[in-house]
C-alpha cells in the first residue's frame, strides 16, 4: 500500500513547487512595474493593478509576461497606464526576449517621441491579427 502512495506523493510534490512560483502582483509585491521585473525570473508572470504607473519599464532579457488584471476588458486597459514622463522610450525589450515574453492590457502614454508609438526590438510572429495600436 505504501508503494502506491509514493508516486503520488512525488507528483503533489511537483505540482505544489510550480504553482507556487511565477506570479508577482504590482503593486501588492512590489510598488513599481520595474521593481517587479528586477525581481522577477524566467517564465514569471506580473499582474499590475489599474493605476498609473509613472515610470520606463525594461525588460531585462528576461522571458516574463507583464499584464494588466484583466487585458480583455477595455475599461481595466485604459486604467492601467504606463506613463513614461517624457523622459525616454516607456518600454524596452532588449532583443533577446522571444515570444514568451509579451505586454498585455496596458495604455501607454508619454514616450520620449512626442506621442509616436515605437515598438523596438520585437519580433512578432505567428498572430493572427499582428500588432493593434
Known amino acids: 500500500m505504501s508503494t502506491r502512495r509514493l508516486p503520488v506523493l512525488c507528483i503533489l510534490s511537483f505540482g505544489i513547487t510550480s504553482a507556487n512560483v511565477g506570479t508577482i502582483f504590482v503593486p501588492a509585491d512590489y ?4 521593481e517587479a ?7 514569471d508572470t506580473i499582474v499590475v ?6 515610470e520606463n519599464i525594461h525588460y531585462l532579457g528576461k522571458l516574463i509576461t507583464i499584464t494588466s488584471v484583466n487585458p480583455e476588458d477595455p475599461e ?4 492601467t ?10 518600454v524596452t525589450f532588449s532583443g533577446i ?9 496596458f495604455t ?6 512626442d506621442g509616436v508609438s515605437v515598438i ?3 519580433r512578432i510572429a505567428g498572430n493572427l491579427s499582428g500588432v493593434k495600436m
Do not use: H
Not at 497606464?81 to 516607456?90: E, L, N, S
Not at 526576449?97 to 492590457?105: P, V
Open 31 to 34: 510598488a513599481t512595474i520595474q
Open 49 to 54: 493593478s489599474p493605476g498609473t504607473y509613472t
Open 97 to 105: 526576449e522571444d515570444f514568451r515574453a509579451g505586454l498585455t492590457g
Open 81 to 90: 497606464i504606463i506613463d513614461g514622463g517624457g523622459t525616454g522610450v516607456t
Open 120 to 122: 523596438r526590438m520585437l
Open 76 to 79: 481595466i486597459v485604459a486604467s
Open 37 to 43: 521585473i528586477v525581481a522577477a525570473v524566467q517564465l
Open 108 to 113: 501607454v502614454i508619454n514616450s520620449e517621441l
